[in-house]
């Protein structure tokens, strides 16, 4: 009778530690996507990760939007985003310098061409304009994404600054005519084709392709939309140092069992259905190892920003 008692009591035990598991399993999981590109792409881009999660996890995942960078970043702060497929470098160095726990580092996108693990920040023009280099753009009016974007202000304000003193607010001691952040690369990108801009900045792999706007990159994402030509109508005249690609981020404080399952989730969905990796990631990428020494330059100089130093 006890042996029966004991093990009556074991398994009454197990129940309650799976039932336990089981409540603290989330019902929702909302997936946070980078602002400054067309949302209803965006949001069709990640259906099929939607589809994937949903069956793989038994949830109800969310696409939640942002109109810019720092409501994801805000979002994973505030408990909001659950997890982010492709994060900015540097808006990743926001959350990690507002709260070093928030976050967990799954992996970082990497190139299916030749592994490359980064990216360029890259100033473009339009094609038929006279500028060739970024000394043919002083007095001119140029364009950032997003004060968050690694590729989009980052990496060209540190450089800028080097060059031309000063800083965005005073247009690098009057270098610009004026400066504007449109609020995305394809903003930017479009604002240069239409004008607004004389130069501006987006970001690509600087990989295979030019015609195809390369292997990854804001520029294959206006292509498909409804730009088959765009990169007859641009080109570049600089390019940033290797930029590391985008980390692929979990909330800290998920429950540990269903971070797991997300985590391996995660990784299943770029070995099960490649294709629907590539399409939400912009690009032909898929993912491997990281640690944060890969992104410490970026939150340096993210630090380096916020203090207001060069």
């Not at 999660?53 to 702060?77: A, M």
């Not at 007859?232 to 971070?259: C, D, H, M, T, Y």
């Not at 100089?301 to 060069?310: D, I, P």
């Amino acid at each position: 009778m006890k042996k029966i008692a004991m093990l009556s009591a074991l398994a009454s035990g197990v129940l309650m530690a799976f039932g336990a598991a089981a409540a603290d399993a989330p019902k929702e999981l909302n997936m946070g996507i980078l602002g400054g590109q067309n949302a209803t792409q965006q949001i069709g881009d990640n259906q099929c990760v939607k589809q994937f999660f949903d069956k793989e996890l038994g949830v109800d995942t969310k696409l939640r939007n942002s109109s810019d960078y720092s409501g994801v970043i805000q979002g994973l702060l505030g408990g909001k985003i659950d997890m982010v497929l492709s994060m900015s470098p540097a808006s990743f160095a926001s959350v990690y310098l507002k709260d070093p726990q928030a976050v967990d580092l799954v992996g970082i996108a990497v190139d299916d061409v030749d592994n490359s693990r980064g990216y360029h920040s890259v100033v473009i023009v339009k094609a038929d304009s006279p500028y060739q280099k970024l000394a043919d753009l002083k007095g001119k009016s140029f364009g950032f994404a997003d004060p968050d974007s690694t590729s989009g202000f980052l990496m060209p304000d540190h450089d800028f600054k080097k060059q031309f003193g000063g800083n965005a607010d005073n247009q690098y001691n009057g270098y610009f005519s004026s400066v504007t952040f449109s609020g995305g690369h394809e903003q930017d990108i479009l604002g240069v084709v239409n004008g607004q801009f004389d130069g501006a900045v987006t970001w690509t792999s600087m990989i295979g392709d030019y015609n195809s706007g390369y292997t990854s990159g804001a520029f294959t994402r206006l292509i498909r939309m409804d730009q088959p030509d765009l990169m007859k109508k641009i080109r570049i005249i600089w390019q940033s140092p290797l930029i590391p690609n985008g980390p692929i981020l979990v909330r800290s404080a998920l429950p540990a069992e269903f971070k797991a399952k997300l985590v391996a989730a995660i990784k299943k969905l770029d070995k099960k259905d490649h294709a629907c990796f590539v399409k939400a990631m912009g690009g032909k990428q898929h993912i491997e190892d990281t640690t944060l020494a890969e992104y410490q330059p970026v939150i340096d100089l993210k630090r380096a920003l916020a203090k207001g130093e060069r």
